[in-house]
Structures are given as structure tokens and as C-alpha cells.
């Protein structure tokens, strides 16, 4: 649905230029240390955070083949044991994020797996880590500042956790995941990073506008 996708034959492992995540934010952001509390309301750029998007045929066929349990349906999520989230985005095509500030070791060992796989049809990288932005909206006030940034019906009680919703919010097209995290409601977004500046504009000014004291900052991955 987003744009930036890059296009790849299928089986081409890629290689990631991790300069890309280094986006007109990096000089705009305070660097947070430390996870947040159940009652802070944050908005968190989580874009240096690990993700690997897969899509096209065979991609069902390697997560299985990698022993990874999946959402039965599309636009819905889970989270592995690891706490690496399952996000599924279509009948052949997933995402998988670590967690928000979480050390990106598991999806380095997912993403030489499945360049290693000898599977005919494994589908092929989205280049999601390259071409996505990703904030983490949470804590009380989280549902309304949603209410503000989009026009689709993202209240709690019809966007429960494990679901998601591809869809316009920011004044862009953005996946928008429930995943209930730090002990409060959250949101997960995730749009096109050529507009990443864009978005923190339309964040600052409509977060201020809730008068919800809430804190944006940028969360890095654990070394």
C-alpha cells in the first residue's frame, strides 16, 4: 500500500544502507534512554529499530520453513516470544519489527536465514527497513491524539491490540498497528521515511494541540 517500495527479484537477499534511517529527524529529536512509563504520553521515532519486510510468493513458505508462527489473517498481528512482532500486510507479505528500541539480533538471524534458504519461492525483501519511517504513539492520551492524526476509526474498542489497519493517517498512507505496549495503549505507524519530516511536523503541532504533556523523542536500538 505505502509507496518506496524497491523492487528485487525474488531470493535477492539486499543489502541495507542503514544511512537511509538517518532521515531529517536525526537533528530534531532528543535521544531517549530508557523505555517509558504506563502513564507518560510519548511519541517515539522507532525508525533506527530493526524491521525486515518480506511480500510475493513463497513468503508464507519460508516463515514456515523458519518455525515462525504467523496471523491467520491479513491486517492482523502477534508477537514471538522474542518479542519480535508478525505483522501481516497481505496473503504473501509480511513485516517483522523488533522490539521498539530492542537489539536487532534476532532479525539479523531471521534475515541471514532467509538468505540462506534453498526454498524455490521465498518471496523477496520489501526493503522495509530502508523505505519505512516507524513511530510508537502510547500512554493515555494515546487514543486521542489517533482521533487527531487520522480519519479512520482507530478507537480502542475497534482497533484492538493484534490488529492493524493500512490506511491514511498523518495526511499519508501509513500501516497503523495496535500493539499495547510499556503497560499502556500504543499505536505502531508506519509510512513512506521521504515524509518522515513531514509527519513529525503534523505529530509536534497536533500532540501540543492536546494538552497532554506529551514527550517526543527518538528511541535507539540497544546496542
Not at 531529517?24 to 533506527?48: F, I, K, M, W, Y
Not at 518479542?83 to 504473501?92: D, E, I
Not at 482507530?154 to 497503523?176: C, F, I, M, W, Y
Not at 495503549?185 to 503534523?202: M, R
Request: aromatic share 8%.
Amino acid at each position: 500500500m505505502l509507496p518506496g517500495s524497491h523492487s528485487a527479484s525474488a531470493g535477492h537477499a539486499g543489502h541495507i544502507d542503514a544511512s537511509l534511517r538517518h532521515h531529517a529527524l536525526a537533528q530534531r529529536l532528543a535521544r531517549r534512554e530508557g523505555l517509558p512509563g504506563a502513564h507518560e504520553n510519548v511519541v517515539l521515532d522507532c525508525t533506527q529499530t530493526e524491521r525486515f519486510g518480506l511480500r510475493g510468493p513463497g513468503t508464507m513458505d519460508w516463515l514456515g520453513e523458519a518455525g515462525l508462527s504467523v496471523p491467520q489473517a491479513v491486517n492482523t498481528a502477534l508477537t514471538l516470544p522474542c518479542g519480535t512482532s508478525v505483522l501481516r500486510l497481505g496473503q504473501q507479505e509480511v513485516l517483522l519489527a523488533a522490539p521498539p528500541g530492542g537489539s536487532g539480533t534476532r532479525l539479523h538471524a531471521l534475515r541471514k536465514a532467509w538468505g540462506d534458504s534453498e526454498l524455490a519461492a521465498k518471496g523477496y525483501d520489501a526493503y522495509r527497513d530502508e523505505g519505512w519511517a516507524w513511530f510508537v504513539i502510547s500512554g493515555p492520551a494515546a487514543p486521542a491524539l489517533m482521533r487527531r492524526i487520522s480519519m479512520a476509526d482507530l478507537r480502542p474498542e475497534s482497533l484492538k491490540p493484534g490488529n492493524l489497519s493500512q490506511t491514511r493517517a498523518l495526511h499519508l498512507d501509513a500501516v497503523v498497528a495496535r500493539f499495547d505496549r510499556f503497560g499502556a495503549i500504543a499505536y505502531d505507524i508506519f509510512f513512506d521515511i521521504a515524509s518522515a519530516a513531514f509527519a513529525l511536523d503534523v505529530l509536534t503541532e497536533t500532540a501540543a494541540g492536546t494538552n497532554a504533556g506529551f514527550q517526543l523523542a527518538a528511541l535507539y536500538a540497544t546496542e
